[in-house]
């Protein structure tokens, strides 16, 4: 969902046993770009009941930017003024927002969607008393290694409809499902078609083959494999955990990716404490992602350096794991995201609503913080100014909610609330 990429390809054919709402969806999600979707005119969307900016110069003066009976113009792909609807600029077009609440597109800056097969049977026994584990990222390795490029595909696109109608307008995903050359690369070509957002993850867990010599493989991870993925990825990424990659591990995975141009994110304190935020403080990580088990090292590392704690509560949903302290990461003055981690395992969620309702739940958030996570926190999560937020030159990435406030999103959990979405200025949904 970001520009250059889904023009060049054709959309493929909705499922013929799909509602009309999925299958336009399906089209929208793989055929928009900005040299064919978003004209040179300009439309006002007025009567919004709440704004969410995200500046906090307009508006209430919150991180939020919160304006009240406010309005939005779009002009081409770009936000071109937002403020008070009474004095709104005139414009070619015009949208009645009808008395509901506009916020910022989703970024969900944290997924894994080029897989094949699903693991029911192990979510069924999780919830009859099995511990997660990483070991059971093997058994979508062993699937994805099978699937064709076509199946591939197809999996990310559905998965990338679901989460549009839900109001995600900017997506992160890796690859970490192949863990050989070939498969590693061709899941990075095929996330490549659908986001410039896109991560290297050959250091998802150690390929089954190398399990007697892991140190073969981080060299394969960190030299054939990399030079095969690094033209197709912005990011490299690593699980940094014990039954994964342990600290000189990772450091040496991300240090590699880094000298190829390639931008560290890592996998941190998910299951136990270990090094992995500390060390992607140290080497500028853009985001340290799940961050459960937090010491209070971990914590002052975050708060004085600029990578983002990326919370991910639909992993701890799925998993009855323990929930990461949302609460204490803000009052120490982290930057926080919020992201679904989809992924066929441990968190099979697309939605961004359900995460923001988790996180005020069970993680300390308030409803404010929660939405300003799921949009501006993602996008600095990686590294963008140009998404997440509504004020001039950023990009009108819009989701339009059936409610009056985004508070609704926390306050309604699990009803459909997104009534619309712009992306790259194009109503597309």
């Known amino acids: 969902m970001t520009p250059g ?45 709440a704004l969410v900016t995200n500046d906090p110069s307009l508006g209430d003066g919150t991180p939020l930017g919160l304006v009240q009976d406010a309005a939005v113009v779009i002009e081409g792909d770009r936000i071109a003024w937002t403020g008070d609807q009474s004095k709104a600029p005139a414009t070619d077009n015009r949208v009645d927002a009808g008395g509901r609440a506009v916020l910022p597109g989703f970024v969900d800056s944290h997924s894994h969607l080029v897989f094949a097969g699903d693991r029911t049977q192990e979510f069924n026994a999780r919830m009859s008393g099995r511990p997660y584990s990483a070991g059971g990222i093997r058994t979508t390795v062993e699937a994805t290694r099978a699937a064709t490029d076509e199946e591939l595909e197809a999996n990310v696109t559905r998965y990338l409809a679901e989460a549009l109608r839900q109001g995600t307008t900017t997506f992160e995903t890796k690859s970490g499902y192949g863990l050989t050359t070939a498969d590693e690369s061709r899941a990075l070509r095929v996330a490549a078609r659908h986001t410039d957002e896109v991560t290297y993850l050959g250091a998802h867990i150690v390929a089954p083959e190398f399990a007697e010599d892991p140190a ?77 088990h937090l010491t209070d090292e971990d914590v002052d590392a975050l708060a004085n350096g600029r990578t983002v704690a990326t919370l991910l509560p639909g992993a701890e949903f799925s998993t009855r794991a323990e929930w990461p302290d949302a609460r204490r990461l803000l009052d120490a003055g ?25 996180a005020v739940r069970d993680m300390g958030m308030t409803p404010d913080e929660a939405v300003w996570s799921a949009t501006a926190g993602g996008a600095a999560a990686l590294r963008r100014t140009d998404i997440g937020r509504l004020t001039p030159g950023a990009y009108a990435d819009l989701t339009l909610l059936d409610a009056p406030s985004h508070v609704h999103l926390a306050y309604r959990p699990g009803v459909p609330l997104v009534t619309g979405v712009w992306r790259r200025g194009e109503r597309v949904l």
């Open 334 to 358: 982290v930057t926080v995201a919020l992201s679904t981690d989809c992924n066929p395992g441990s968190s099979f969620t697309s939605s961004v609503p359900f995460c923001i309702a988790l």
């Open 216 to 292: 073969a493989y981080v060299a394969l991870v960190t030299g054939e494999m990399l030079d095969a993925c690094a033209p197709h990825a912005r990011w490299i990424d690593v699980f940094c955990e014990q039954g994964a990659f342990d600290g000189d591990q990772a450091r040496a995975i991300l240090t590699a990716g880094r000298a190829r141009g390639l931008h560290p994110r890592i996998h941190a304190n998910q299951l136990s404490y270990g090094p992995g935020v500390r060390l992607a403080v140290e080497l500028d990580a853009a985001s340290a992602d799940h961050c459960t």
């Open 5 to 49: 990429r889904s023009c060049e390809r054709a959309a493929p054919e909705p499922d013929p046993t799909a509602d009309q709402a999925t299958k336009d969806a399906m089209s929208n999600a793989t055929t928009v770009s900005p040299a064919h979707s978003a004209s040179t005119a300009s439309t006002l969307i007025t009567n919004i009941a």
